[in-house]
């Protein structure tokens, strides 16, 4: 099928900029990107991915491990189960 439809999308340059470096490892464009989004979409019948808001417990927590605070390391899985 021929590609006919235009999409016009806006998107701060900063996104846009993190998005095209990940996309450009996966060897994907960002015009690949949203045909693959669109194409799922209608595949599924449903957006593919599961969108939540986070608690309050567990924003708090994303932001700290963003920061590398509290941040457990282990050497290995024994260490790791050990630790629960």
């Known amino acids: 099928m021929p590609q006919t439809a235009i999409i ?3 998107i701060d340059p900063d996104t846009k900029a ?3 470096k990940i996309l450009s ?5 960002p015009t690949e990107a949203i045909r693959l989004l669109y194409r799922q979409i ?3 019948g449903e957006y593919p991915l ?3 808001v986070p608690n309050v417990e567990t924003a708090t927590v994303i932001e700290k491990a963003e920061r590398g605070e509290d941040i457990e ?3 290995n899985a ?4 050990a630790s629960w």
Not at 25 to 29: H, P, Y
Not at 78 to 81: G, K, R
């Open 8 to 10: 016009h999308a806006r």
């Open 18 to 20: 993190a998005s095209e």
């Open 25 to 29: 490892t996966l060897g994907i464009t």
């Open 42 to 44: 209608a595949l599924r």
């Open 50 to 52: 599961e969108l939540k």
């Open 73 to 75: 390391t282990f050497e």
């Open 78 to 81: 024994d260490d790791l189960y």
